[in-house]
């Protein structure tokens, strides 16, 4: 059972990737660590032999697999790592959403980011942005394809419900609460939420988001067609050249 303390003013939940920037952090992080050790693009050709068989092996899987790059690092490595790459993360925030969370900050509520992300960047990302709290997905060892319970929908609601106090919550909802998200997987995050603000949505999430009530921003993002972004993504995602994402 959590420690009961006073119920903050107002408590505000941001989601990462989408939410406080365009990209998918887990592809960004994974070209940050293999331009510094270039000998683990060895896990790009490995989880694109996985890749035919995502639907069969399920996400949390997949996700395993994509992880691979990580294999044998030691902690300290990771942190390092993670340290360097939140830094250069940073100017990439929109600034929307850095208003956002300076404004709940000095309003004097809890901020919590609870993203998919693993938690080692996830962290030093909240830090640096004064976060309250941030959670992410716990990569439990250093193993080729490290055993993980992957932060994303309901299991957002579960930790939190897990780490917060009962009196934070009123009729399975956190009080005086505002969740961030630009997708559908955080709906139920976003369900124990007064309100909510969804970011560049997509047209199904729109739709939901007006039927509730909720603000939609809509910031520029970092590429001028989806062609621009899907020819970005795939170095990405084949760790190919210098900085694709622009950092």
């Avoid at 939940?13 to 000998?39: K, N, P, S, Y």
């Avoid at 100017?91 to 709940?104: C, D, G, V």
């Avoid at 780490?163 to 919550?169: D, H, N, R, V, W």
Wanted: hydrophobic content about 45%; proline content about 7%; glycine content about 6%.
């Amino acid at each position: 059972m959590p420690e009961q303390r006073p119920t903050p003013p107002g408590i505000a939940l941001f989601d990462m990737d989408g939410t406080l920037l365009a990209w998918d952090c887990q592809l960004l992080f994974r070209h940050h660590v293999i331009r510094a050790e270039t000998w683990r693009a060895f896990a790009v050709p490995l989880f694109l032999a996985f890749l035919p068989f995502a639907k069969l092996l399920g996400t949390d899987n997949m996700k395993r697999v994509f992880h691979s790059f990580l294999w044998k690092m030691p902690d300290n490595r990771k942190a390092e790592l993670s340290k360097e790459f939140a830094g250069k993360l940073l100017p990439s925030i929109y600034p929307e959403l850095k208003s956002a969370i300076r404004n709940h900050r000095e309003a004097g509520h809890l901020t919590i980011l609870s993203s998919a992300s693993p938690e080692c960047y996830a962290m030093e990302v909240g830090r640096l942005l004064g976060f309250t709290l941030s959670l992410g997905t716990v990569l439990a060892d250093s193993s080729l394809f490290p055993d993980l319970e992957n932060h994303k929908g309901a299991n957002k609601v579960t930790r939190l419900r897990e780490l917060l106090p009962s009196s934070y919550f009123n009729n399975g909802r956190l009080i005086n609460s505002h969740g961030y998200s630009d997708s559908l997987a955080d709906l139920p995050m976003l369900a124990i939420c007064d309100t909510a603000t969804i970011v560049n949505p997509t047209r199904k999430l729109t739709a939901i988001a007006v039927k509730n009530h909720w603000t939609i921003l809509r910031p520029g993002r970092p590429w001028k067609s989806d062609f621009e972004k899907g020819w970005r993504s795939i170095l990405l995602l084949l760790a190919l050249g210098k900085n694709p994402a622009k950092l």
